[in-house]
């Protein structure tokens, strides 16, 4: 063990009265000690948070301040993206052309949210009294407390903290404790783009007293949330303490429908990096494929053979093509659904286990399993991992109802060459995101989200920073005639 982290608190570098170890995925053995903030911590980040907020120079500053500040931190984060990635990839597991690749991309949501700092208006409101002008102020909501799960989390904190500082609110953001290592870091580069001591604090701990205090303080006006359903309802517990507003992206069980006519080929490509790109662990892994019946055949053998040729292996070699789940707790859970579901009638088409080249660390073999019921633990819970559940159907209503039958919705695909089906689908599918003709594209121009157990709220896109400010009606009588003695009658 060779490294050790800590918290990032109104400005300093916190050496840390608690410690706990980070798990390197790959070989199941400690690499480094992380922070584990207390309660006093939480206290001591969240009123550094909220000084911020109320004094200069955070305070006084203009938008367009703000805005250079965030361009700033997005050229520091491509600029250190190989080291960002390499932490990432060693905390977590996740193969390093992908954190690369990723890290790279999050710079751009830095810099578009920087530009739109200074672009999010209020108005005039045209009021129906001829004696008054009435403006309305967006302002920004205060203290956000941003809670991000390891997987991902360069990413999915770009979506919290670039429009929250772009309105002018100031953060607290909790890392995972599954994985920190690459957040904590990103604290230096918050240090080095210039921004003010206490604008932003990053640190990491457990629920039960970092995540608990952290989302039921005082202070915080706003929790944007990223995790699991479980975690959220606790959240929502937490938040009847202050009243927050909340947003919570969490989780999917996200159908891909292939249709007869679609190009199979390109199709079982996007199939396959769907599910089995970062081992499975994302929100919008493609998990359940929908497969008309008469392809189903032929389409399961391409997916058998692209899966089988994954390459398994050690995450921070660049031709690895899959790494290991996260956490031991993760790959115990896939391992107990997959078999409930093969025990229940689900046919194994491949994988299933762990491989045999791999006897350290989490790793899980590509899998595809042929659910041939709907009801299957495979096809209903959602695994994070390299599981793919397969449904055969006969038509496109079918399709539909297998698409909609499910608690969640954050993301889903469609396959089809037939231009009219690809409008009715994307529709009618009850998700946040549909894709058609392609899977897991992201852009920060486009607001994502989810319905029912997917969460509440959306993140990216224009309109995110509106949920970081508050509205504030400003009235200004304009006549110069006294105001009438309310009690003398006319």
């Known amino acids: 063990m060779t490294s050790a982290f800590r918290n990032y608190i109104d400005g300093r570098f916190d050496e840390p009265s608690a410690t706990f170890d980070s798990i390197d995925p790959s070989t199941g053995a400690p690499w480094a000690k992380m922070p584990a903030a207390s309660e006093a911590d939480v206290d001591r980040a969240v009123e550094a948070a909220h000084r911020a907020l109320t004094s200069a120079p955070w305070a006084s500053m203009t938008a367009t301040a703000r805005g250079k500040l965030l361009v700033r931190l997005g050229d520091l984060v491509v600029a250190n993206a190989d080291r960002l990635a ?11 052309r992908e954190t690369r690749a990723q890290i ?94 206490g604008t932003v604090n990053i640190l990491t701990g457990f629920g039960h007293d970092c995540g608990r205090r952290l989302t039921s303080h ?10 699991g359903p479980s975690t959220a309802r606790n959240i929502v517990k937490n938040t009847a303490e202050n009243l927050a507003y909340t947003t919570l992206e969490l989780g999917g069980k996200s159908p891909v429908v292939v249709f007869a006519d679609a190009d199979l080929d390109s199709a079982a490509n996007a199939v396959v990096a769907g599910i089995f790109a970062a081992t499975g662990q994302s929100c919008v892994a493609g998990s359940r494929l929908l497969v008309e019946r008469s392809v189903k055949g032929d389409f399961l053998a391409r997916l058998k ?15 690895t093509e899959m790494g290991p789940l996260a956490t031991l707790k993760q790959r115990e859970w896939i391992e107990k659904i997959v078999a409930e579901s093969l025990d229940q009638g689900g046919r194994l088409v491949t994988g299933g286990k762990r491989p045999q080249q791999e006897a350290k660390g ?37 399709a539909l109802a297998l698409a909609n039958d499910t608690e969640f919705g954050l993301a889903s695909g469609v396959f089809t060459t037939n231009l009219g ?35 509440l709220g959306r993140e990216g896109g224009l309109d995110a920073i509106r949920d970081y400010t508050r509205s504030k009606s400003v009235w200004i009588r304009t006549s110069d005639e006294p105001i009438p003695d309310p009690f003398v009658m006319r």
């Open 104 to 197: 790279a991309y999050v710079g751009d949501y830095y810099r578009y949210y920087g530009g739109l700092a200074d672009k999010h208006e209020g108005v005039h409101v045209p009021i129906d009294k001829a004696d008054m002008d009435v403006t309305i102020r967006r302002e920004p909501i205060g203290v956000v407390a941003a809670i991000v799960p390891w997987n991902s989390q360069l990413f999915l904190s770009a979506v919290k903290l670039g429009p929250a500082l772009a309105a002018g609110c100031t953060v607290v953001l909790k890392a995972s404790e599954d994985g920190p290592a690459p957040l904590l870091a990103f604290a230096e580069l918050v240090e080095e783009a210039g921004f003010p001591a």
């Open 86 to 96: 390499e932490l990432e990839t060693r905390d977590t597991g996740k193969i390093i």
């Open 362 to 398: 989490y790793y899980y073999t590509p899998t595809i399993i042929e659910a041939g019921d709907a009801a299957l633990p495979c096809v209903r819970e959602e695994l994070f991992g390299p599981v793919l559940s397969v449904l055969a159907f006969d038509n496109e209503a079918q």
């Open 305 to 319: 053979q692209k899966a089988e040729a994954i390459r398994i292996g050690d995450p921070q070699d660049p031709s």
């Open 421 to 455: 089906r690809a409008h009715r689908m994307g529709r009618s599918i009850h998700a946040g995101v549909v894709w058609i003709n392609t899977y897991r594209a992201v852009s920060p121009l486009v607001p994502f989200g989810g319905y029912g157990l997917s969460g």
């Open 218 to 227: 005082p202070l915080v006006s706003r929790v944007a949330f990223t995790g």
